[in-house]
Structure formats: structure tokens, C-alpha cells
């Protein structure tokens, strides 16, 4: 069993940053698939970025590629993602996930933090 917490997120301004963390516990492993989501209100959850099988170089979605910037810290089993310039159309949930399978769905997922983004 793995545990995800986020936090970070908050209410900003348009142009502002922030970085949003997940900190797993439980059953954990650096190679495990790590990868930042958000669902926007009516809208279907979107991948953002994410380490593969591995932790080889992450992979991002073309919507954030220049913006948002994901690692992580294995030895304090946390997720980071900075995100910059901020939009409005940024405002979501962001959630972690992690995987203990290569590929496939990603099995455990965290409550989700709430970025709002004021333009």
C-alpha cells in the first residue's frame, strides 16, 4: 500500500509560481512511476508530467512542457512540481500518482491539493 500526500497549492495570481509537493509513504521504491494529474471543474483528469518506469528523464504534457518542471527526491520519497507563469486556465485539483507496474493505470492516487489561478 502507498500513501500520497500533495500540498502547495493556493490561491495566485496570474504570472506567479508555485511549487506543489507529494510526499509517498508506505510501500515505496525510486523506480516506481511517478506523475503529476489535474481535473479542472467539468472536466476529464489530465496527465501533466510524470517519470517513468525507472526514473528515467520525465515526460511532459505539450501544454506545460515550457511552464511546469517535475522531480523528485528519493531520498525523502517526494514528488515536486514547479509550476510557472501561472494562467488562469491553470486553476484545478493537481493530483500525484504512483505505480508499482511498469506500465498500466496508475494504482495509488492522492487527495489532490487546489491551485486557483486570478487573472
Known amino acids: 500500500q502507498v500513501t500520497l500526500v500533495e500540498s502547495g497549492g493556493g490561491l495566485v495570481q496570474a504570472g506567479d509560481s508555485l511549487q506543489l509537493s507529494c510526499a509517498a509513504s508506505?510501500?515505496?521504491?525510486?523506480?516506481?512511476?511517478m506523475a503529476w494529474f489535474r481535473q479542472a471543474p467539468g472536466k476529464e483528469r489530465d496527465f501533466l508530467a510524470g517519470?517513468?518506469?525507472?526514473?528515467?528523464?520525465?515526460n511532459y504534457a505539450d501544454s506545460v512542457q515550457d511552464r511546469f518542471t517535475i522531480s523528485r527526491d528519493n531520498t525523502r520519497n517526494t514528488l515536486y512540481l514547479q509550476m510557472n507563469n501561472l494562467k488562469p486556465e491553470d486553476t484545478a485539483v493537481y493530483y500525484c500518482?504512483?505505480?508499482?507496474?511498469?506500465?498500466?493505470?496508475?494504482?495509488?492516487w492522492g487527495r489532490g491539493t487546489q491551485v486557483t489561478v486570478s487573472s
Open positions: 508506505g510501500r515505496t521504491a525510486n523506480t516506481f512511476r
Open positions: 500518482a504512483t505505480s508499482d507496474a511498469p506500465i498500466g493505470a496508475y494504482a495509488y
Open positions: 517519470f517513468n518506469w525507472g526514473n528515467i528523464r520525465p
